[in-house]
């Protein structure tokens, strides 16, 4: 495995293969990344990993400067899951001016849930991904299911812009609780760790509801959100939609369970948690 740093080392490697698959990340990486990596790893003739904590995903009041930086432990985990690969720029390498270019998803998408509570959010994640994109040239890439509203943003970004890149997705890992695997677990004492398995707990309760033929949507997420926050939870989000387009359903999608997705969003002490589940 190799580590490189700048655009034109990445460039120069990846100039003898042809089928590069890519599984773009932040660092700090956990099982979750690492089954990405292995799901990436046959799907192409090299399989390259990207570490980068991108800025221009992350509002003013959030943890970019405080995000762990574990780059050392990263590339040990990389290389033991076959990478060939790590791409870790600096800022300044992937950014070298003021991103004045940037990617705005559409709206009807990009606005809700996630880019709701985080405003330009998507706007970041696509601008970045579009340039790694850009610098990887890769034919496969693989990102994780836990961010299923981002994962599709993506998807639909390649597909309007014509990428030559199959997007596939990876399961979301857990751990032996229930609880999604994510960087920010991190974060969680003790004691919030023990409860923060009561996020997919919740929405498992919603889809016992839909399944049991309750088609209260309102009802449903209302109680989803005051059990999280009689827990001390302050929720941002617990919600029902449809798979294919993250819109609240209509009547006929609750007779087709396949259709639908909840999915949640809560912060647990200082803590912000996401989590879904395909019903």
């Not at 490697?13 to 590069?20: G, I, Q, S, T």
């Not at 991904?129 to 040239?137: A, H, R, T």
């Not at 974060?187 to 923060?196: D, M, N, P, V």
Request: proline letters at 6%; one cysteine or more.
């Amino acid at each position: 495995m190799i580590v490189v740093h700048t655009v034109a080392e990445l460039r120069a490697h990846l100039a003898n293969f042809k089928r590069p698959a890519f599984v773009p990340t932040m660092g700090n990486l956990h099982e979750g990344h690492i089954a990405l990596v292995k799901q990436a790893k046959p799907l192409g003739d090299v399989t390259v990993v990207s570490i980068f904590v991108n800025r221009l995903q992350f509002l003013p009041h959030e943890d970019f400067g405080t995000y762990p930086r574990t780059l050392e432990a990263d590339c040990k985990k990389l290389e033991a899951a076959g990478c060939d690969v790590v791409f870790a720029p600096s800022e300044p390498e992937l950014y070298p001016e003021p991103q004045g270019y940037r990617v705005t998803p559409p709206t009807e998408l990009a606005d809700i849930l996630e880019g709701h509570f985080r405003p330009g959010f998507f706007t970041g994640v696509c601008t970045v991904v579009l340039k790694l994109f850009n610098i990887v040239q890769p034919r496969v890439a693989v990102f994780g299911a836990k961010d299923y509203q981002q994962q599709m943003v993506i998807r639909r970004m390649v597909a309007q812009l014509a990428l030559p890149i199959e997007i596939v997705t990876g399961a979301t890992l857990r751990a032996d609780d229930g609880l999604a695997l994510s960087s920010r677990n991190g974060y969680l004492s003790a004691a919030e760790r023990a409860e923060a398995v009561q996020l997919s707990r919740t929405l498992k309760g919603m889809i016992v509801a839909l399944q049991n033929g309750e088609h209260n949507l309102a009802a449903i997420e209302q109680h989803a959100m005051k059990t999280l926050a009689d827990r001390g939870w302050h929720p941002d989000y617990l919600t029902v939609r449809r798979r294919h387009d993250l819109q609240p359903p209509q009547a006929e999608d609750l007779t087709h369970a396949d259709r639908l997705v909840v999915l949640g969003a809560a912060k647990l002490g200082t803590t912000r948690l996401i989590d879904n589940i395909e019903v």
